[in-house]
T-cell receptor
Framework: EPEVTQTPSHQVTQMGQEVILRCVPISNHLYFYWYRQILGQKVEFLVSFYNNEISEKSEIFDDQFSVERPDGSNFTLKIRSTKLEDSAMYFC????????????FGSGTQLSVL | GIQVEQSPPDLILQEGANSTLRCNFSDSVNNLQWFHQNPWGQLINLFYIPSGTKQNGRLSATTVATERYSLLYISSSQTTDSGVYFCAVERGGKLIFGQGTELSVKP
């Protein structure tokens, strides 16, 4: 069964450093998302991406965050200058070419900012 | 914004027992999805259920959109059912998650 893959599974970084989290969505999906989950809390929406541009973003997704689809398969989340409060599990998700379709999540990248 | 509330927050069951998890939401939504987050942190989509009833093995879900709630039924629970169950509603192209129900199934 096709699945969303994320790398790395764990990332440790120093405060102020840039990180790039990588995702390969399911191949025929057209909507891509990043969500995050701070330990013990609920899953929060960060950004959605469709047709090579951001379609929605939350208040969390400030100027320190950016997303990119550099080629036909990868979808990346960049955090320019990490802060302690960016420590969280980051999930990539994709959904079929229907707005509001069923979401499939990757296994997540656990980001720890020291 | 829309509020999504799940109950109960925690649930402990003996293996073989049945349970019902509830999700209430405060406004109309385009669809509702149920997820299971296993102890390794993976989010597995259980149901895409904007309305009506669906069944998948020992799990079933019912959404009554007009009354703004959804129920997830787990029958004959197994230890592998342990984890956190989230409901999430879709508005404006994004999912809004509830706080989850943490289920622990004891052997």
């Amino acid at each position: 069964e096709p699945e969303v893959t994320q790398t790395p599974s764990h990332q440790v970084t120093q405060m102020g450093q840039e990180v790039i989290l990588r995702c390969v969505p399911i191949s025929n999906h057209l909507y891509f998302y990043w969500y995050r989950q701070i330990l013990g809390q609920k899953v929060e929406f960060l950004v959605s991406f469709y047709n090579n541009e951001i379609s929605e973003k939350s208040e969390i997704f400030d100027d320190q965050f950016s997303v990119e689809r550099p080629d036909g398969s990868n979808f990346t989340l960049k955090i320019r200058s990490t802060k302690l409060e960016d420590s969280a599990m980051y999930f990539c998700a994709s959904s079929p070419p229907v707005r509001g379709g069923k979401l499939f999540f990757g296994s997540g990248t656990q980001l720890s900012v020291l | 914004g829309i509020q999504v509330e799940q109950s109960p927050p925690d649930l402990i069951l003996q293996e073989g027992a049945n349970s019902t998890l509830r999700c209430n939401f405060s406004d109309s939504v385009n669809n509702l999805q149920w997820f299971h987050q296993n102890p390794w942190g993976q989010l597995i989509n259980l149901f895409y259920i904007p309305s009506g009833t669906k069944q998948n093995g020992r799990l079933s879900a019912t959404t009554v959109a007009t009354e703004r709630y959804s129920l997830l039924y787990i029958s004959s629970s197994q230890t592998t059912d342990s984890g956190v169950y989230f409901c999430a509603v879709e508005r404006g192209g994004k999912l809004i998650f509830g706080q989850g129900t943490e289920l622990s199934v004891k052997p």
